[in-house]
Structures are given as C-alpha cells and as structure tokens.
C-alpha cells in the first residue's frame, strides 16, 4: 500500500500556525531544532557587528525568525540566520504583496548561515541551490566547529565557491563598507 504526502501550496501556507523552527522546502515542512546556544551567541555577534555599521536609512537587518520567499510552486521558503536587504528595495517588494504574506519575497543583498551539529537546515548543497534560485549576490556560511568562514557569490546562475578561511577582516560583496574580524566573531563563540 503506498501513501502519498500532499505538497503545501502556498495558500496552504497562509492558514498554517507561525513555527519559527519550520522551514517548507520544495512543498515539504521541515521543523528544525532549536539552534544551539553558541550558536546563537555567534550570529547575535555578527548581527550587532553588521548592524553598527550599517546605514539604517538604506541597509535592514534580518534575524531567523522571518521566512524569506524561494519558490511559490512547489513552495520553499527558508528562514536564514541573518539577511540584509537595502531597505527601498524590501519596501516595494513588501507593497506589492499581500497583507497577509509571511514570507519576503525580496532579495537579500547578503545571506548567513551558521552550520550546525545537527545539520539542522538539511544539505548544504540544496540551500545554497535555494538560495541561488533567488540570485543572492552573496551567502556567508560560519562554520563554529572548525572555526571556518566560507563565502559564495552568485555568478553565472549559481553560488560559486569565492573564499574559505578561518582568520582575518572580510567585507561583503555589496557592503564595502562593512568589516567582520572573523578573530572577534570565533571569541563570541567561545562565550
């Protein structure tokens, strides 16, 4: 006997209950865990690093707690650590939508993730493959365990591999006037 999973629509989206340990991903509900605490001390460094040297009148700043639209059919919808999105742009898209959409449906100027034990987001290979559907100019992937930064940048249709270390000052692609000291970062982690 063979049972069938019904995919989730997008308007099945919108009458769901808010879950912000769910991503759904290719019309598939995927509920994580709970990020770890060092985890979460990691991206709250980056977060108020990246947000002291933002211009609030034209970058905004996004934590894991609100869905970022890929795909309407089949639905996917990611919950990113952090994203940055120039502000203009995120408030045309947002007009544009409905009241009622959950999900942003504009493209971030910048992506992290922060990799866990628990691979809690599922393959690297599928959400850099989201990601890349959307044409994220940039994804940074924090690696705590190793310690490792890995940076992707979208060319050609794709997130190409640019940079893998574990030291130094890095600056984004579309915000160069943005530093991270990847030292700092490591010892937030360490916390």
């Known amino acids: 006997m063979s049972t069938s999973t019904k995919s989730i629509t997008y308007e099945d989206s919108l009458t769901m209950p808010e879950n912000r340990f769910e991503e759904i991903v290719h019309g598939e509900s995927r509920v994580m865990p709970p990020v770890t605490f060092f985890h979460a001390c990691l991206i709250r460094k980056l977060s108020k ?30 919950v ?15 007009s544009h939508g409905a009241a009622n959409d959950p999900y942003i449906w504009t493209t971030p100027e910048l992506i992290v993730e922060c990799l866990s034990p628990s691979n809690r987001k599922g393959s690297i290979q599928e959400l850099l493959a989201d990601y890349a559907r959307i044409a994220v100019p940039e994804v940074w992937l924090l690696d705590p365990k190793q310690p490792q930064f890995t940076s992707y940048r979208y060319e050609s249709g794709a997130l190409k591999h640019w940079l893998t270390t574990e030291t130094g000052r890095l600056a984004p692609l579309l ?14 982690f360490g916390a």
Request: with cysteine.
């Open 49 to 78: 690093t990246l947000e002291a040297q933002l211009n609030p009148g034209r970058y905004s700043l996004f934590g894991g707690d609100v869905g970022l639209g890929v795909t309407r059919a089949p639905l996917t919808c990611r």
């Open 80 to 94: 990113p650590d952090l994203m940055v999105f120039q502000t203009e742009t995120l408030r045309r898209g947002r």
């Open 175 to 188: 915000l160069p006037d943005v530093t991270v000291d990847l030292a700092e970062l490591w010892e937030a």
